[in-house]
């Protein structure tokens, strides 16, 4: 599959818990923290439930 590199842009103060879990399960938790991983289902929807906070690029 596809790989995707996630950075997170946003704080998660003040958001609810299921997306500050979900942030710490794509391996992320403070501003300008980057992942490289495969794009999985699971990890496109962890992606698209916190979009807000992240930007994706295609590598």
């Known amino acids: 599959m596809a790989q995707v590199t996630i950075t997170q842009v946003k704080?998660?103060?003040d958001r609810?818990?299921?997306q500050k879990l979900t942030i710490k399960a794509l391996g992320l938790g403070k501003i300008n923290k980057t992942v490289t991983v495969e794009l999985?289902?699971?990890i496109a929807g962890m992606?698209?439930?916190?979009?807000h906070l992240v930007s994706v690029k295609n590598i």
Do not use: L
């Open 11 to 13: 704080s998660i103060i």
């Open 40 to 42: 999985t289902p699971q």
């Open 16 to 18: 609810p818990e299921t």
């Open 47 to 51: 992606v698209n439930k916190v979009q």
